[in-house]
């Protein structure tokens, strides 16, 4: 795919695609079909821990069969003994199958977790930029983080209570049959209840959930916009504005919570009585066949202490089936990502040539789509190799979308970027980042080590080449100081960094990319003053032998460029030296006076 073809169709959905329950259970199968060893393994451990499970229920009817039948106090010394030795070793045994159960569950569960994760990532690396943009961090991010942690607990937690508990009730139910079809039958009579509770229960939770999930998503990307552009809702008094787009987005979490939670306990009230009912006919249908001979005592017995066996696992599913279904809903927005229209090659390659390459913008028009109104309009600008250039202007002066289609993402309407003699339009989006690196404010940390994370722009890089590019961009000090230096976990569940060392990582990743080209828009916004100061020292350590486009949010950072161009409305009012600038008087200049008064 080309980056002219990479803007997005508008009929594109303005989310990442979801996939059916359907489709996520097939992509759960065939995994488990790559690794049938494990999975036969675990399947065998689960059935015969619920079979010892079920052991001691028809033992004591043989002791119920023994006293009705007047045995001696020898014959019913040595049956007691008998079930009492077979009760201990079904006991121990049981023990032993259920802890491999769990173990193998969770060794299967954390493999799918991992090839899920690992697809995810990858299929979230090659979307094209513009369909992120489209769809919004918020929704990316809620994907590769949120529910890989909610997948991660369901199958820490849910997923084997589920497995075990669905495999007991088989083993009961069959065991019910054994005793007499009859008993069997009178247990199924549950069944349909059961079903109804399940047909109106299923239906609805699974759309209910996942409008949970997306309303969380939402709710995120409203953080986002807000954090990432705090300084520009400050300047213009916004705060009313975003509060209540938080605040909104965290009522819908909120009430639909509440609705999850109303909906499950009418779910259980139906359980509850479908319990009633096949235990009602079981007394029922077990008296009469007493009566009739067609069944001793203690098989009458059984047969209520085996549906009634039936109420923990129900139980335990019904109390976990709440986070079965939130795992679900994320289960399926993870295969729905895998299912994206992905980039092919996520790697490129620059063309041979000098390590600089210079930039030229000529004519650079772009619209938005359903805009009649450009963003930019027939924009010039040089930059030279090696040289610098910083771009100002007020919120919606066009610094961003000047800054991504620089990089590659998206298509003007007229114009042309060139990097080198190469037009960026050309290329693929591999390509084009192999030779323009972007970098926002918007940095995320992966899960995983440090290394790990660093890799991502450099998977063959040795640890060394890792050191010297955190060293490069001042990171090293707190990294050696780590628990583990490279190989500390960090991301979710693991050691958090903060704003400033968050953005030192990425621009790390950014020295191991090597792209001759930088783009940074905004990239030091999120720290504070003093953690500004050394990230602004890092930036120009990062691009140093590049050529770099700077997006400034501070205009100390404006300063450091080589040239300096205004962008108002759109079009470039002004470009030149600080000092050129400064000693012209424009606008420009009543910037810098402004920012002077309020530092």
Same mark, same amino acid.
């Given at each position: 795919?080309? =980056?002219?073809?990479?803007?997005a169709?508008?009929? =594109?959905? /303005?989310?990442l695609?979801?996939?059916?329950? $359907?489709e =996520?259970?097939?992509?759960?199968? !065939? ?9 036969a ?12 499970q ?6 004591l ?13 020898g014959?019913?010394r040595?049956?007691l ?11 121990l ?7 491999a ?29 513009a ?11 809620? @994907? ?14 849910a ?15 069959i065991?019910?049959?054994?005793l ?9 009579? +549950? ?9 109106w ?8 959930y996942?409008?949970?999930?997306e309303?969380?998503?939402? @709710?995120?990307?409203a ?5 990432n552009?705090?300084e520009?809702? $400050?300047a213009? @008094?916004?705060?009313?504005?975003f509060?209540?787009?938080v605040?909104? #987005? ?22 509850n009585r ?6 009602v006919?079981i007394?029922v249908?077990?008296?009469?066949l007493?009566e009739?001979?067609?069944?001793t005592?203690?098989e009458?017995?059984? /047969?209520?202490?085996l549906?009634?066996?039936l ?21 399926t $927005?993870?295969v729905?990502v895998?299912?994206e229209?992905?980039q092919?090659?996520l ?7 000098s390590?600089?390459?210079p ?7 772009? *619209?938005?789509?359903g ?13 030279p190799?090696g ?7 007020? *919120? ?6 000047? /800054?991504?289609?620089?990089?590659g993402i998206g298509?003007p ?8 003699d ?6 693929d989006?591999?390509?084009a ?6 970098l ?6 992966f899960s ?18 890792l050191?010297d ?5 001042? +990171? ?11 190989d ?13 060392k968050?953005?030192?990582?990425a621009l790390?990743?950014?020295v ?8 940074l828009d905004?990239?030091? %916004?999120?720290a504070?003053?003093q953690?500004?100061?050394?990230l602004e020292r /890092?930036?120009? !350590?990062?691009?140093r ?18 040239r300096? =161009? ?7 009012? #002004?470009?030149?030296?600080h000092?050129?600038?400064?000693a ?8 810098w006076? %402004?920012w002077?008064?309020?530092?």
């Amino acid at each position: 795919m080309s =980056a002219g073809t990479a803007s997005a169709p508008a009929s =594109a959905p /303005a989310i990442l695609r979801t996939a059916s329950a $359907r489709e =996520a259970a097939r992509w759960v199968v !065939a995994h488990c079909r790559g690794t049938p060893w494990l999975t036969a393994a675990t399947v065998v451990t689960t059935v015969a821990g619920a079979a010892l499970q079920v052991l001691p229920v028809f033992l004591l009817g043989r002791v119920v069969d023994g006293v009705v039948a007047g045995a001696g106090s020898g014959e019913a010394r040595e049956l007691l003994v008998t079930v009492g030795v077979l009760l201990a070793v079904a006991l121990l045994l049981g023990t032993v199958a259920a802890a491999a159960s769990t173990y193998l569950i969770g060794r299967l569960g954390a493999d799918l977790l991992a090839r899920l994760r690992e697809g995810a990532v990858r299929a979230v690396l090659g979307l094209p930029s513009a369909r992120i943009e489209q769809v919004g961090h918020g929704d990316v991010l809620s @994907r590769v983080g949120d529910d890989v942690a909610v997948v991660s607990k369901g199958i820490r937690t849910a997923v084997p209570t589920l497995f075990s508990a669905a495999v007991l009730v088989v083993i009961a139910t069959i065991g019910m049959f054994g005793l007499d079809w009859r008993l069997g039958l009178a247990g199924a009579g +549950a069944l349909p209840a059961y079903a109804l509770a399940l047909r109106w229960y299923l239906p609805r939770s699974a759309p209910l959930y996942r409008r949970q999930r997306e309303a969380q998503a939402d @709710r995120a990307q409203a953080f986002i916009s807000g954090l990432n552009g705090i300084e520009t809702v $400050r300047a213009y @008094r916004l705060e009313p504005l975003f509060r209540e787009r938080v605040a909104r #987005e965290s009522w819908r979490v909120r009430d639909l919570g509440i609705e999850v939670f109303r909906f499950f306990g009418r779910f259980v009230g139906r359980e509850n009585r479908a319990e009633f009912v096949g235990l009602v006919l079981i007394i029922v249908v077990g008296y009469v066949l007493l009566e009739t001979g067609s069944v001793t005592l203690g098989e009458a017995s059984v /047969a209520p202490l085996l549906f009634h066996r039936l109420f923990n696992p129900l139980g335990s599913i019904m109390f976990t089936f709440d986070e079965a279904q939130k795992s679900g809903a994320s289960l399926t $927005r993870l295969v729905g990502v895998l299912g994206e229209a992905t980039q092919e090659r996520l790697a490129g390659s620059v063309p041979a040539g000098s390590g600089s390459y210079p930039v030229t913008v000529e004519g650079l028009t772009f *619209t938005y789509p359903g805009s009649e109104r450009p963003v930019l309009k027939d924009v010039n600008l040089t930059i030279p190799a090696g040289g610098s250039l910083a771009l100002v202007g007020a *919120t919606g002066a066009g610094k961003t979308t000047l /800054a991504a289609l620089i990089a590659g993402i998206g298509t003007p309407q007229a114009g042309s970027v060139r990097v080198g003699d190469t037009p960026i339009s050309g290329l693929d989006e591999a390509d084009a980042r192999a030779l323009v690196s972007i970098l926002t404010q918007e940095t995320h940390v992966f899960s995983g080590t440090l290394a790990e994370d660093l890799r991502l722009a450099a998977p063959g890089a040795s640890d060394a080449e890792l050191m010297d590019a955190l060293r490069t961009v001042g +990171a090293e000090p707190w990294v050696t100081a780590l628990p583990d230096g490279l190989d500390t976990l960090v991301g979710e569940g693991g050691e958090r960094l903060d704003g400033t060392k968050a953005a030192q990582l990425a621009l790390a990743r950014l020295v191991l990319g090597r792209a001759p080209v930088v783009v940074l828009d905004e990239s030091t %916004a999120e720290a504070g003053s003093q953690g500004a100061a050394e990230l602004e020292r /890092a930036v120009l !350590a990062a691009c140093r032998g590049r050529t770099a486009l700077f997006v400034a949010h501070r205009l100390t950072q404006a300063m450091t460029a080589d040239r300096i =161009a205004v962008l108002d409305a759109g079009q470039v009012v #002004e470009e030149g030296t600080h000092e050129e600038l400064v000693a012209a008087g424009g606008r420009y200049a009543r910037l810098w006076r %402004a920012w002077r008064e309020a530092g």
